[in-house]
């Protein structure tokens, strides 16, 4: 079975630029989170959804970041404008029910210059 | 509040000694307690879970035991291997929902 896809893998843009990073989650799961990971701060939550509604996204730094899921197979993660300080790896994980093991995806390397 | 308190890395260790990770969390009601690892350029990976109290989980040679009476699941391998260099994230989640609570991660290298 596939696990949880993200990509791009790596991206490498400019500060002011937009940026979209993808999630597409494992099939048949219900709830999908997206995680911001840095040397500084370690493994952060930034929002989550359950069943393609947001319930919690008070990890989510500023306004610059927004988070959709349209639907049960897909979503998506933007900043912008993108700073320097944004640069981290991105991670999406995706369970199937409460009381179950997290999925994470491979992660999107992001660079900011 | 709930939290997951790890013990500080990076821990070095030669191959096929006996390794040790400390964990010990803080929560309300009965959790599942979790460790995951991550490896270079990857996610996280589930490694062992624990439901309730006193249950050992156990993976790849890895176990740890829900000790209610310490509020503790260290992280335990009686003889480590190169390839067992990763981050290993101890987590808790509160029954009936679905944030989990990492720690920090602690760092293992094994030399060969």
């Known amino acids: 079975d596939a696990g949880v896809i993200q990509s791009p893998r790596h991206e490498v843009t400019e500060m002011g630029q937009e940026v979209t990073l993808r999630c597409k989650p494992i099939s048949g799961h219900n709830s999908l989170f997206w995680y911001r990971q840095t040397m500084m701060r370690g493994l952060e939550l930034l929002i989550y959804f359950n069943n393609n509604v947001p319930i919690d996204d008070s990890g989510m730094p500023e306004d610059r970041f927004s988070a959709k899921m349209p639907n049960a197979s897909f979503s998506t993660l933007k900043i912008q404008p993108s700073e320097p300080r944004d640069s981290a790896v991105y991670f999406c994980?995706?369970?199937?029910?409460?009381?179950?093991?997290?999925?994470f995806g491979d992660g999107t390397r992001l660079s900011i210059l | 509040g709930n939290s997951v308190t790890q013990m500080e890395g990076p821990v070095t260790l030669s191959e096929e000694a006996f390794l040790t990770i400390n964990c010990t969390y803080t929560?309300?009601?009965?959790?599942?307690l979790f460790w995951y690892v991550q490896y270079p350029g990857e996610g996280l990976q589930l490694l062992l879970k624990a439901t309730k109290a006193d249950d050992k989980g156990s993976n790849k040679g890895f176990e740890a035991t829900y000790r209610k009476e310490t509020t503790s699941f260290h992280l335990e391998k009686g003889s480590v291997q190169v390839s067992d260099s990763a981050v290993y994230f101890c987590a808790l989640l509160t029954s009936g929902t679905y944030k989990y609570i990492f720690g920090t991660g602690t760092r293992l290298k094994v030399l060969a």
């Open positions: 994980a995706s369970m199937a029910d409460s009381n179950q093991p997290q999925h």
């Open positions: 929560a309300t009601g009965y959790p599942s």
